[in-house]
């Protein structure tokens, strides 16, 4: 249609899921979005690249299929990491240095994750709630749960959103403007 | 010497030593200091005897880069309590714990808690996701160093405690440790600034207390490598500390003090020198 999407430098009040079931089909809502995203876009990847560009190509590859990559990702590498401790990996196929790859990505995403999500607070003053970045590793795997959800409903039920209950906290959202 | 001379690592040298000259020169102008003086005073913290040496000058050129690093982040971390500061000051940290680990896994845990009484009203009571913050980087590299080592059997530059050539230890090198110490010693008395007084105290203390630590139980002369890391923080005490117009001669009667405090032990008594 000839026109750009840009984000607005802007605050949401939305208010946040606050229970883990609510959570869970929140983001499998959201990645299933991302996945049909994806799919929708690459039936035509040369006509993508056409139209956004090589900046704007890679960057929807990294920003939308990376992230349910990442995701799905996540638990196969845990699960080899902790193999790595109890199996001899050559034996089984895989690589020898599958311990240090995968060592290496989980300790860099998470720490680099779990930093973004510490400093994030500082610029609202909500400094209080910077300790509990340090549950990103648990965060993460509830993502991953998310999107194996999300993979399945997109195989069979893709026309079916799972939506998100509003009004059930008890604090108003007027409560958060600082 | 020369035949010996190892390109790749004279590079390496260089760089890390053009690095501390440049950040030392940026943090001069930056306080009002013209060029000539700026450079002339960056030149003389850069004339260091443990740069001289192939075999400690890489370490010893790191170990000043890192605290030059520390004590500039610190101070400023200490101002104001902001993201980038925040990440500027565990990053300095944790090259410090890589560079130097007694050296840096003590700073780490007593500079952070020596700058509370300075932190804003917005963090005044709420420190833990303060601390958190800082320490986070330096934790993360300790947890990466150990998972290398212990677990994957990685080979680790020995750094510097285990690059030491083994000697006996000497009450000697310990006095030069020391008196290395006293200019800064003098230019942190002579600071004005609360907080930069305690950040120099704090990093310098660190300094002299781990290498004598490792001077009386160790040996391998450290004091060139401690002189090299004490020197760097005399800008730091000179950019916040002083005022007035004064102060580029003070500067100058201070540095080339120090330069000639060190270079006078160096050569008087050369087997004390590098490791």
Redesign the interface.
């Known amino acids: 249609l000839g026109m750009r999407v840009k984000t607005l430098d802007s605050t949401t009040y939305e208010e946040a899921t606050n229970g883990v079931g609510n959570w869970l089909r929140q983001r499998t809502r959201w990645l299933k979005g991302y996945m049909q995203t994806w799919l929708v876009h690459m039936r035509a990847p040369r006509q993508l690249l056409r139209n956004a560009g090589v900046g704007g190509f890679f960057g929807f590859q990294f920003f939308v299929g990376g992230t349910v990559l990442s995701a799905l990702l996540n638990p196969l590498l845990w699960s080899l990491f902790l193999m790595s401790y109890f199996f001899d990996l050559p034996s089984i196929g895989l690589l020898d240095a599958s311990?240090?790859v995968s060592?290496f990505a989980l300790?860099l995403g998470n720490?680099l994750f779990?930093?973004l999500a510490?400093?994030g607070?500082?610029?609202r003053?909500w400094?209080?709630?910077?300790?509990f970045?340090?549950l990103a590793p648990i965060y993460w795997l509830l993502i991953s749960a998310a999107a194996y959800r999300a993979l399945w409903q997109l195989a069979r039920n893709p026309w079916h959103w799972e939506k998100t209950p509003h009004g059930v906290s008890r604090m108003p959202g007027a409560g958060l403007i600082t | 010497m020369i035949s010996q001379l190892s390109v790749p690592f004279a590079i390496w040298i260089g760089s890390a030593v053009a690095a501390l000259g440049w950040g030392m020169f940026l943090r001069l102008r930056g306080a009002n200091f013209k060029l000539l003086p700026a450079a002339a005073l960056s030149l003389l913290v850069l004339a260091q005897p443990a740069f001289v040496s192939l075999f400690s000058g890489l370490r010893s050129a790191l170990f000043s880069l890192a605290a030059f690093a520390t004590a500039s982040s610190a101070a400023a971390f200490a101002r104001r309590q902001d993201p980038r500061r925040i990440v500027l000051f565990g990053g300095s940290l944790a090259g410090t714990q890589l560079i130097h680990p007694m050296c840096g896994t003590m700073t780490t845990l007593v500079l952070p808690w020596v700058l509370r009484r300075s932190f804003g009203d917005t963090f005044r009571g709420r420190t833990v996701g303060l601390y958190l913050s800082v320490l986070f980087i330096p934790a993360m590299v300790s947890i990466a160093l150990v998972f290398l080592f212990f677990v994957q059997h990685v080979h680790l530059p020995k750094w510097p405690v285990l690059a030491m050539r083994a000697t006996s230890s000497d009450f000697v090198p310990s006095l030069f440790i020391v008196a290395s110490a006293v200019p800064l010693a003098v230019a942190t008395l002579r600071c004005r600034v609360p907080v930069t007084r305690s950040v120099l105290a704090t990093t310098g203390s660190m300094i002299l207390v781990t290498s004598l630590i490792l001077e009386l139980f160790v040996g391998g002369h450290q004091w060139a490598l401690s002189a090299a890391g004490l020197s760097p923080l005399l800008v730091v005490a000179l950019v916040d500390g002083s005022q007035g117009d004064g102060r580029r001669i003070d500067a100058f009667v201070l540095l080339s003090a120090s330069a000639l405090l060190i270079w006078t032990l160096f050569l008087s008594f050369p087997e004390y020198g590098n490791a």
Do not use: Q
């Open positions: 311990r240090s060592g300790l720490a779990a930093y510490m400093l607070p500082y610029r003053g400094i209080d709630l910077s300790p970045a340090l």
